[in-house]
C-alpha cells in the first residue's frame, strides 16, 4: 500500500482479499504527495497474482470479479505516474 506498515490480507479458501486502502476505486482520484506511486503499482501486482475471487477495500464497497478492476487501478497508477515524470 501506500505506507511500508501496511498489509493485506488474504483468505485463500473463498478468495477473499482484504486490502485495507490499497485497493479503493479503479480510478482513485487522490494519492498523498509522498505516496510512491511506484511501489503501490507493485504491490497492486502482487495481490493481482494471487487472484482474489473477491476484494474487501477498508473504505468502499466490496468488489467482485476484481481482476479487470485491479488491471484498470494499475493502468490508470502507470499513466498518472509517468505524466508526472514527464511535467
Not at 25 to 33: D, F, L
Not at 65 to 70: C, F, R, S, T
Amino acid at each position: 500500500g501506500h505506507d511500508l506498515d501496511h498489509i493485506c490480507l488474504f483468505e485463500k479458501k473463498n478468495g477473499w482479499l482484504f486490502t485495507g486502502d490499497l485497493y479503493v476505486t479503479m480510478k482513485p482520484t487522490a494519492c498523498r504527495p509522498n505516496d510512491d506511486m511506484w511501489q503501490v503499482i507493485a504491490d497492486l501486482k502482487n495481490i493481482q497474482a494471487l487472484n482474489p475471487q473477491i476484494i474487501f477495500p477498508a473504505p468502499t464497497h466490496v468488489v467482485n470479479d476484481p481482476a479487470e478492476k485491479l488491471e484498470m487501478q494499475i493502468a490508470a497508477f502507470r499513466l498518472n505516474s509517468a505524466l508526472k515524470f514527464l511535467t
